[in-house]
């Protein structure tokens, strides 16, 4: 069975830090990866996906992501946080076809101090 | 273009009822899926419908099952209530037929509360 580790329950940053979320996940064959944002009072949303090809993934706000096989990690990078980033970040995994079962971690949330 | 909606945003019920949670999936879309989420929890998925059966299932016991109507929209039926049911469940929808997305798009929820 699928299974995905988000390593950071909570991260407190101040504007302009850089960020760096982790994501590991288990599953010995081909996996679609996706991170998913969460902002206050609003429903989930994708911030990037990976499927195939080049490990290194962007996506909107300015985030990127990069596919480590060897590692079986997924992390979420921006290099400068902004206040309005504050929200609950999920990492996702799902095998089998780009429509089967997400598989999530229990989430990280960003704080981010003006 | 609307997006996913689902109804009610939110639902207060006692042990031992039954609950029916509904959504209408994206424009265009024709498979919905449904994930349960605790507090503090990432969702976790019970079930997806497409073409009106069930195409997968989690671990969810039989007290929770599903529907999906021509329209393409779906309900969520939970019988005899448990304290734990309490979370909230998003539906998802994407496209599986001809031309199909590579994306789940989620609705803002049903918090549901057990008491």
């Known amino acids: 069975a699928q299974s995905v580790s988000q390593h950071n329950h909570h991260v407190i940053l101040s504007e302009a830090a850089s960020l760096e979320l982790g994501c590991n996940y288990s599953?010995?064959?081909?996996?679609?990866l996706f991170w998913y944002v969460q902002y206050p009072g609003q429903h989930l949303q994708l911030l990037l996906k990976y499927f195939s090809g080049d490990p290194l993934v962007k996506g909107i706000k300015g985030f990127e992501a990069e596919f480590i096989k060897s590692k079986f990690s997924f992390n979420l990078r921006k290099p400068s946080v902004q206040w309005s980033d504050t929200a609950e970040y999920f990492c996702a995994v799902n095998s089998g076809g780009s429509n089967y079962k997400l598989t999530f971690g229990k989430g990280t949330l960003l704080t981010v101090n003006p | 273009d609307a997006g996913v909606t689902q109804s009610p945003t939110h639902l207060i019920k006692t042990r031992g009822q039954q609950v029916t949670l509904r959504c209408s999936p994206k424009?265009?879309?024709?498979?919905v899926s449904w994930y349960q989420q605790a507090l503090g929890q990432g969702p976790q998925f019970i079930f997806q419908y497409y073409e009106e059966e069930e195409r997968q299932r989690g671990n969810f016991p039989d007290r929770f099952s599903g529907h999906q109507f021509p329209n393409y929209s779906s309900e969520l039926n939970v019988n005899a209530l448990l304290l734990g049911d309490s979370a909230l469940y998003l539906c998802?929808?994407?496209?599986?037929?001809?031309?199909?997305?590579?994306?789940?798009?989620f609705g803002p929820g049903t918090r549901l509360t057990v008491l």
């Open positions: 424009s265009g879309h024709d498979t």
């Open positions: 599953y010995g064959g081909t996996v679609n």
């Open positions: 998802a929808s994407s496209l599986l037929g001809t031309g199909g997305t590579d994306t789940q798009y």
